[in-house]
Structures are given as C-alpha cells and as structure tokens.
C-alpha cells in the first residue's frame, strides 16, 4: 500500500492507494503520530484509490478521527467506491465523519478562510 502525503495550507491530505487492510494500519498509525506531532490538526482521507476497506480499516479511521479532535482538529473523508462507502454505512460510522463526493469539496469545506 502507498500513501500520498500532501499538505495544502493548513491540511494534510492522505491518499491511499491499493487495499486498506490489517497488514498496512500499523505503519498508518505510526504515520498520524507524526502528523498530530507536528501539529496538524486539520486531516483529509481521499479515499478514491482505496480498493478494500475492510471492517478494522473502518475502525480505525473511527478511532483517528477521534484522535484528531481529542488534538483539537477535524477530519474529513473525499471520495470513496461505493464498496467502501458501503463498508462504512453498513457498520454504523459513515455519520460520524464529515464526508464530501470530491477532494475539492472537502478542501473547500474545512479549509480555514
């Protein structure tokens, strides 16, 4: 799995690309440390390249967006197949993120002025 990293004025974009699985989210967590460290508090899935999103994947976005409000930010999730926005639907937590069709959209939506 690769991930892009961008930063676009105050938000750090996160593309992942391929199957967002159990074997990958250790080094994702490693990864949001060093972001919520540096002082990001403004995060943004686009989650257009994500084949497989699987229920721990789920979980753990759930548990990063958590992570970036207790750091006093917000997150966003662009994007996403409907196979993925499925998986979130069907297990209860697709309401809990802000989400957006569109990286533009997103950007537009939580970008500070």
């Known amino acids: 799995m690769q991930v892009r990293e961008e930063v676009r004025g105050a938000v750090t974009i996160l593309t992942p690309h391929g199957d967002l ?19 990001a508090r403004l995060l943004l899935w686009d989650l257009d390249e994500v084949g497989l999103l699987p229920s721990t994947a789920a979980g753990f976005l ?4 958590r992570r970036v409000q207790e750091a006093g930010g917000r997150m966003a999730l662009a994007g996403g197949s409907p196979h993925v926005l499925g998986t979130l639907r069907t297990m209860g937590v697709l309401d809990v993120f802000r989400t957006f069709a569109t990286r533009a959209d997103a950007l537009n939506a939580i970008e500070p002025v």
């Open 21 to 39: 699985d159990v074997t990958t989210l250790a080094s994702f967590e490693a990864r949001i440390d060093r972001i919520l460290a540096g002082g």
């Open 62 to 65: 759930l548990q990063t967006a």
